[in-house]
């Protein structure tokens, strides 16, 4: 794929994966507009409630930008509106800024080529990685992402308790993946296959285990196994700490890519 592909898969990956679950959880709702997407989780969460894949003008829509952002502010709900390059990202940061949303660092989009690189690294030994598939695994995933924050999230275990159907449905683009050290779990990571792209989202290690190179197992276990299933391209996105390390695996940066809260 050249770059201008690539960032459409990523983009339409990316809208795609921030509303699929929240489909499937009843006291969530989704706008899904032709030039809008809102979803509203129904649970105090910012990473579970989105607004983004925007095409609106901010001189000519911002009524419809203000209603946006008011539905969330006036439950005192968090959320994100993301700018990508294709929906919003150049133009419309002014008039969020005006409605009084900041973005702490702008991040990296990145991709790496599936079909003709290699993907290096190894597994720590007594590192068992398993993808998610019982309704038990789905806890165990939501549990250590919940804990992998300061405090930890009870919104997130919530969510994923109200959706875990729709994560084991055979047919399901999601692919959540958990490492079990002794049989307890301690590292998850989120991707998201569609569009011709696998796009890796949360990636997360108990504070107890940091350091140790779990969650990175987790990605690499994850780039090979779609290589191996004829995957073409992976994606992801990093604040600049972290670009230095996905370029050693092989990902290059292709768009930046904004959060305003």
């Not at 991040?107 to 007594?126: C, H, K, Q």
């Not at 919104?155 to 399901?172: G, L, M, N, R, Y």
Request: with cysteine; proline share 6%.
């Amino acid at each position: 794929m050249d770059r201008a592909t690539i960032l459409k898969a990523f983009e339409t990956n990316f809208w795609d994966r921030a509303s699929f679950l929240a489909k499937a959880r009843k006291d969530a709702e989704v706008q899904d507009t032709s030039d809008l997407l809102l979803v509203d989780s129904g649970l105090p969460a910012k990473s579970l409630n989105t607004i983004g894949r925007s095409t609106l003008h901010p001189r000519f829509a911002l009524d419809r930008i203000e209603a946006a952002v008011k539905r969330f502010k006036s439950k005192s709900a968090p959320f994100t509106w993301v700018l990508g390059p294709l929906s919003g990202h150049g133009a419309m940061e002014p008039a969020l800024k005006d409605l009084g949303l900041t973005c702490p660092e702008e991040e990296w989009i990145m991709a790496m080529p599936l079909d003709t690189g290699n993907v290096p690294g190894n597994l720590p030994s007594g590192f068992d990685i398993k993808r998610v598939a019982t309704a038990a695994a789905v806890e165990h995933f939501a549990e250590v992402l919940a804990n992998s924050t300061t405090p930890p999230d009870e919104h997130i275990k919530t969510f994923f308790a109200d959706t875990k159907e729709a994560v084991t449905a055979p047919a399901s683009p999601l692919r959540l993946y958990v490492g079990y050290v002794n049989n307890e779990p301690v590292a998850v990571l989120e991707a998201f296959n569609a569009h011709g792209i696998i796009n890796f989202y949360a990636m997360a290690a108990l504070a107890s285990t940091r350091g140790k190179g779990y969650a990175g197992a987790l990605l690499i276990s994850a780039l090979k196994e779609a290589k191996k299933a004829g995957l073409r391209v992976a994606g992801l996105q990093t604040p600049e700490s972290g670009r230095a390390l996905y370029e050693r695996i092989g990902f290059k940066p292709v768009g930046r890519i904004a959060a305003y809260s």
